[in-house]
């Protein structure tokens, strides 16, 4: 049987590693223990809190994005959940700007222009959304 540690511990690797592959310098925090602190640590970008959960119940809404949420949002007001069901594609959902506002994106395109959007707005706090020109299916 799987521990739950060590599953999170697997998508957490997992996670840094999708992040690499779009080209950011993404590793999995080794917290050794300790239940605090990030799953990824952007390199560059530590300002942007990073949460992974990989779950077959794992969904944009209800419980356990809340749980996830109320996680990265205990260490920095720029954050993101990067997820995925088992065998799934990955989604990233993050604040879009205003209270309570969360939004998900699906697709390598997507995941990649909105971390780098939410690089850019934790170096300059008041960045406004702009939802049409982060589509880029235009």
């Known amino acids: 049987m799987v521990k739950p540690r060590d599953k999170g511990a697997r998508g957490e690797r997992e996670g840094a590693k999708y992040l690499r592959s779009l080209g950011f310098a993404a590793e999995r925090a080794a917290r ?10 952007w390199r560059g970008n530590e300002h942007v809190s990073i949460e992974v959960k990989r779950n077959e119940k794992m969904r944009d809404h209800g419980a356990l994005m809340d749980a996830a949420v ?21 989604h990233l959902t993050f604040n879009a700007g205003a209270p309570g506002v969360r939004v998900t994106v699906c697709g390598d395109a997507r995941i990649q222009k909105v971390m780098l959007w939410l690089a850019e707005r934790g170096r300059q706090r008041g960045v406004r959304w702009d939802w049409p020109r982060m589509r880029g299916d235009q």
């Open 70 to 90: 109320a996680q990265a949002q205990e260490r920095g007001d720029v954050w993101c959940v990067l997820w995925r069901v088992n065998r799934g594609k990955w």
């Open 32 to 41: 050794n223990g300790v239940d605090e602190g990030e799953d990824i640590i």
